[in-house]
């Protein structure tokens, strides 16, 4: 398994050159720059600023520059604030890391729970709650969800603020929560319970009920570690999704996280933060799915790197 | 074994976990919550209280540099140049003594400043501090944005072009550093003594005073900034002159600005704390001051109708015009469009009291003028016999063109926004409707759409232009003139170039204003690159327990009323 890790960790090089390259040739394909500007610059300023940013280099010669500067874990500067991408990650993405959790606790907790609750009850109240809820939450995407719960917990009834994210002040944390993680606990919900109720129905399970075990002990014993398996298989994007930030739900609360940095820094062509941004975010998602892939091994033991 | 697993699992959970929660529990380096060491509340009538209002992210703290007016309106907050303006728009002393005196030929400026002018860190402020500033937005490593302002200044023009032109043909070579300081030392300003400032123009510029009180011109604090190339100090390193200065700053979240101890305005501040919330979305600073989180904020267009109605908001809310015009641009270079009675009936075929009333809410003022009438001192409504709206005389005008309504092809290029497709939308359909004329609509992203327009590949866009400064020369040089860098629309209309010409140059003010009223006509008269459609305003949320913003409100106010000169507000609420 320490070589398989090892020769994973290798490997996601190729994959972050790869993804740098097709970022920087696609990124400097598509019309307009970032001193394109409703107000004309003059041509003289427009030159001033190319040089000031390296971009009146010929673009193979930017291109070989950035990634030397990447060797040496150089992100380069942000055009819109002229400071280096590195400190504005490390700034932005211990907010969107602190929502992220959060709403990953309340995802996975909120959704193993209905998920169970709704599998032990197949076809009854508590599965028809679960369900309901899981649907709901899968049909209310998140730019409808959060002027809901604004307009009804802000506007109307004052127990909750709107402005901005405050870790330890549930005033700030409830409704960016709620608003984030309600889609994917409606996913954990539906998974935990298509793959409960599967479980529930091997002959193992009847076998330990047959025994006489408690029906807790045959949940959390023998149900739970093989139901959990699929849930196991998306926490992994699941996590690295919401940790990353949502440009939405950021947006909505004005709270500054990366993922509201990322689409800004887009729609004003910030050449440096797309950059940094993109292998930041493709750095989190080859770490992510490494984890989950020896998660299996250790949760599996059928399965051998 | 199974158990030894599970514990594995357990363990590399709790490591992420540990991690993630490690890396998100670091504060922000660029916070602090040092208090500054400003002027503390007394009991006699100190400052008091705190007021927030909603704003925006700036993109530069740098004066000499920035670009966006979000940037400038919290410059004016922290720093001031040796004018600044008053209510009416005319620039009055702040840092210097009194009005710049004046050669006979208009190319000498020199300014006396105020005695014993000091930083907010207690260094002395000198005439030095002003010669930096002007020499750094002329610096070609700081490229500054506005330097184009100071181009009448001695040798600010070649000390900023010094870094050559690798993508000219051919390739202009870039100054070496002995040469760049030797046109660095040549820039026309100079500190004759510690509280004279001489600026020397290659030309009389008249409205050069204007550009005294903008922030191009802004001092710098020499103890630090010591170079004209150093890097700019971020809000919590700098030092100020201004009413105000920061206490606390998060990126992308607030900052917070104190009194400033060493303030030399008869007005001091009245607030103990102001604090700027950044937020990007003005409907989610609408629903902060619904909810009481803000005590000032910009309204939310698409909801304008519903403030004005509100029992409460509509009386919280303060409306004025804004020095922004917004208008059809036409490509004149366009084969279709280089036809002036095609433009003149696209204008006439627009009802713009529909557009103002139904489609923007009565958000705007109707026009057929260019300038603000403010600016201009022509009524609204001058030019509405030459391309206002009427259906009959567009007729007449698509008619005079020589063109069937078939061989009419035309694009209209907008942003991608809710708000500009119900514009493009009702364009479209007054063209159809009196004109018979099928108009595509393309919707594009913002940066797509300024590329396009500043490389003239459009037929017509909504587009139009904010004041830099308040005078009718910043309405009309350099936009219309031929040839310009600036002359998007490619407007080509000798008498037009002839006349501002005239303008830029002539000391009598009144004569000069006259010649800019003329040459507004000159642009109106065939929709010469412009058919203006509406004025902008001013919507504005303030609480009740707020005072000096709605007296000290302008045109150019950026988040809230009063914005330019914070040192008036007052909050009674504790």
Known sequence: MIAYTIRRIFLMLPLLLAIATVTFFLMHAIQGGPFDQDKPLPPGTRIALEQRYGLAKPLEEQYVTYLKNLAHFDLGISIATDRPVRDIIGERFPISVQLGICAFAFAMIGGLALGTIAAFNQNGIGDYIGVFVATAGSALPGFILAPILVITFVLRLHWFDVLGWEFGNYHKMVLPIVAFGMLPMALVARITRASMLDVLRQDYIRTARAKGLREVRVVVRHAAKNALIPVLTISGPVFAGLITGSFIIERAFAIPGLGQEFVSAVLVRDYGEIMGVTLFYAFIFAVMTLIVDLMYAVADPRIRY | ?574
């Open chain 2, 1 to 574: 074994m199974a158990k030894l697993r599970w514990r594995m699992l357990l363990g590399i959970l709790t490591l992420v976990a540990t991690v993630a929660v490690a890396t998100s529990c670091g504060g922000s380096s660029n916070s602090s919550n040092t208090p500054a060491s400003g002027a503390t509340t007394s009991s006699s009538g100190a400052p008091s209280g705190t007021i927030t209002i909603a704003g925006t992210q700036f993109q530069s703290w740098d004066p000499h540099f920035a670009n966006f007016a979000q940037d400038i309106a919290q410059f004016y907050m922290v720093w001031r140049g040796l004018y600044e303006f008053d209510l009416n728009s005319k620039p009055v002393p702040s840092m210097a003594a009194a009005m710049p005196t004046v050669s006979a030929d208009g190319k000498t400026f020199t300014v006396k400043l105020k005695s014993g002018l000091k930083w907010s860190d207690g260094t002395p402020l000198t005439a030095g501090d002003f010669v930096l500033g002007l020499q750094r937005t002329c610096n070609p490593d700081i490229a500054g944005n506005y330097e184009y302002i100071l181009t009448a200044v001695v040798g600010c023009d070649t000390y900023y072009n010094s870094n050559g032109n690798p993508t000219a043909t051919p390739p202009v070579p870039a100054k070496s550093a002995t040469e760049k300081e030797a046109l660095r030392q040549a820039v026309g300003v100079r500190a004759i003594d510690d509280t004279t400032i001489e600026y020397k123009l290659t030309d009389p510029q008249p409205t050069f005073g204007e550009m005294l009180a903008m922030w191009p011109t802004f001092p710098v604090p020499s103890s630090k900034v010591s170079k004209v190339d150093a890097a700019w100090p971020a809000p919590l390193a700098n030092a100020y002159n201004g009413p105000f200065m920061p206490s606390a700053y998060t990126e992308k979240s607030s900052i917070e600005l104190v009194p400033n101890p060493n303030w030399s305005g008869a007005q001091k501040p009245q607030v103990a704390k102001i604090v700027i919330k950044y937020i990007d979305d003005v409907a989610v600073a609408d629903n902060a001051y619904r909810n009481g989180e803000i005590d000032a904020t910009a309204v939310d267009s698409t909801q304008l109708a519903a403030v004005q109605k509100d029992p409460v908001l509509g009386k919280e809310l303060v409306e004025y015009p804004a020095t922004r015009t917004m208008g059809l641009e036409f490509n004149d270079s366009d084969p279709i469009l280089s036809n002036k009675n095609v433009r003149v009936a696209l204008s006439q075929a627009v009802d713009r009291n529909t557009l103002n009333t139904v489609v923007l809410q009565g958000a705007n003022v109707p026009t057929t003028n260019w300038m603000p009438p403010d600016r201009s001192g022509v009524a609204l409504g001058t030019y509405d016999s030459l391309i206002g709206y009427n259906v009959n005389a567009a007729k007449a005008s698509l008619a005079a063109s020589g063109l069937k309504t078939t061989d009419i092809n035309l694009t209209l290029l907008m942003v991608d926004s809710a708000a500009n497709h119900a514009v493009a939308e009702f364009l479209q359909s007054q063209w159809k409707t009196n004109l018979g004329l099928d108009v595509k609509l393309e919707f594009v992203d913002t940066k797509t759409r300024s590329a396009r327009y500043n490389a003239t590949q459009f037929q017509i866009v909504v587009g139009g232009w904010q004041e830099d400064y308040p005078d009718p020369e910043n309405w009309m040089l350099g936009l219309w003139q031929n040839p310009s860098s600036q002359n998007k629309t490619k407007t080509n209309v000798a008498a037009l170039d002839t006349i501002l010409k005239q303008a830029t140059y002539d000391q009598n003010d009144t004569e000069r204003r006259q010649l800019y009223q003329q040459s507004e006509k000159l642009l109106l008269d065939g929709a010469n690159g412009i058919a203006p459609l509406y004025h902008s305003g001013q919507h504005r949320l303030v609480k009740p327990y707020i005072t000096g913003m709605k007296e000290e409100k302008r045109a150019s106010d950026t988040f809230v009323p009063g914005d330019w000169n914070p040192e008036y507000w007052k909050t009674s609420k504790k």
